[in-house]
């Protein structure tokens, strides 16, 4: 059976992902226990929020030094949303430079001021690198996008969708063991399930 | 690109939908965890979720509704009514709620939409606007429309996305439950002013009124209740109009 752990460090949204997760046939458990994690066959870092927030609470439940062991281990690990941005170096969130847990190299920068920000609703994403986690899913698939920061990573071949809002940003990146995104599978419908069973796929075939 | 969304709202008294006109005479419109499934299913791009009487009767909200609702939807869930604190935002977050609208709590302690947008991000603080219009413009309304603040709508809106909110979800008291058309003139007032997301509520009563409100205001999404609880139209014959006439849609 598969071990998933959601990483619970007081994001809202758990229950959401929780239920995707169940919906797609794996049973996850939530937890902010070191051993718990690092003994799970994959890892949901979920998140809703600022990029301050979230660090000083990873920071202080005292979990970015597993969730990095977890990350060095090759085990599958997915990134949602916050949990996108909470990869990359540093986010420009809240004014300041805010430091994050720097797997992915690059920078999470605000939007454009002449756009309505929150970017928030369905957008559509553009594929340009094929991947598991994609089984199944196709240019201009609609998902649920609600964010005011975007990853801009320096290494572009991290990215395997880009979505149009004002510019290109991308949407979805994959790097090494690591899957992220940044709009909500979770709520976005059947199509958004997808990506959990896919992400759920490619656990079981690393195991 | 991102679409206009289309949005099922519900108006929730004592575990059911119900529905009046201009905020009075409300009637059943049935089982809002049963609605909120059929919506879902057939296209709602969000579900709204307000339980109008929690401000009139002071109670907080039912949080077992909020997360039966959100275990058969997989769309965002937007809920509201009964936010006087920065916990009550927390468990309705955690039961399952995607935003918290926040409206009378809001206009008594203006902090607590800046305490709602530090702690939990504004994408998830809406700050609900009721506005019946005036001789000077629009006055802003608590207590489920039943008092009088004496602000101005359109100045309460700008104040509350300076003060965090990330969405504002306006009703026209005027225009609701009349299914005669959006009041676009007030949406239009504060779609100039704010650079935040903004929900159209109150008046939407055939598929015209919504094209006729995102073409003369741009608003980013429209909230949709009488006119769904009845089956009317469905959301589908809504959607499938709006695409047609050319407006950027999630069909």
């Not at chain 1, 605000?110 to 196709?138: Q, R």
Request: charged residues 20%.
């Amino acid at each position: 059976m598969l071990k998933i752990a959601i990483i619970d460090y007081e994001a809202g949204n758990i229950r959401n992902v929780y239920n995707a997760l169940l919906n797609s046939g794996v049973t996850p458990i939530v937890s902010d226990d070191r051993k718990d994690l690092l003994t799970s066959d994959a890892i949901v870092l979920p998140g809703v929020g600022a990029a301050k927030d979230t660090m000083q609470h990873l920071k202080n439940k005292k979990l970015i030094e597993p969730i990095n062991e977890f990350v060095n281990s090759g085990k599958p690990f997915l990134g949602i949303c916050m949990g996108l941005q909470a990869l990359f170096d540093y986010s420009f969130e809240g004014g300041g430079k805010q430091d994050c847990l720097g797997i992915i190299h690059g920078n999470v920068n605000k939007f454009d001021n002449s756009l309505v920000v929150p970017h928030m609703g369905w957008n559509t994403i553009n594929i340009v690198k094929e991947s598991p986690l994609l089984n199944g899913i196709t240019d201009n698939d609609y998902f649920y996008f609600v964010h005011s920061f975007y990853p801009d990573p320096i290494d572009k071949s991290v990215i395997l969708a880009t979505t149009k809002y004002g510019k290109e940003f991308a949407s979805i990146v994959e790097y090494k063991n690591i899957f992220a995104t940044q709009f909500h599978p979770e709520k976005s419908g059947n199509i958004g399930l997808k990506i959990y069973e896919n992400f759920i796929n490619i656990v079981k075939n690393n195991k | 690109m991102l679409t206009k969304r289309i949005i099922a709202c519900f108006d929730v008294k004592n575990g059911r939908v119900v529905k009046g006109i201009s905020f009075k005479d409300l009637v059943d419109a049935g089982n809002p965890v049963e609605l909120a499934e059929k919506y879902c299913n057939e296209g709602a791009d969000e579900i709204v979720f307000l339980d109008i009487t929690a401000s009139t009767e002071n109670r907080s909200s039912v949080y077992d509704l909020i997360s039966t609702t959100a275990d058969k939807i997989n769309v965002p869930l937007t809920v509201g009514g009964g936010v006087r604190s920065a916990d009550d935002i927390y468990k309705m977050l955690r039961s399952g709620a995607d935003k918290v609208s926040i409206n009378t709590a809001a206009i008594k302690n203006k902090n607590l939409i800046q305490i709602s947008a530090s702690k939990f991000g504004s994408q998830c603080t809406v700050v609900a606007i009721d506005a019946k219009k005036n001789d000077f413009g629009w006055e802003v309304f608590s207590h489920g429309g039943n008092h009088p603040t004496g602000l101005d709508a359109i100045n309460w809106a700008e104040e509350a996305v300076r003060s965090g909110a990330g969405e504002l979800l306006i009703t026209s008291m005027d225009a609701d439950g009349k299914q005669s058309g959006y009041d676009n003139e007030l949406l239009s007032a504060i779609k100039k002013r704010v650079n935040v997301p903004i929900i159209a509520s109150g008046g939407g009563g055939k598929p015209e009124h919504l094209l006729d409100t995102i073409t003369k205001t741009d608003v980013d999404a429209l909230l949709l209740a009488s006119i769904l609880h009845f089956d009317t139209f469905t959301i589908i014959q809504i959607k499938n109009f709006l695409k047609q006439n050319g407006v950027n849609i999630r069909i």
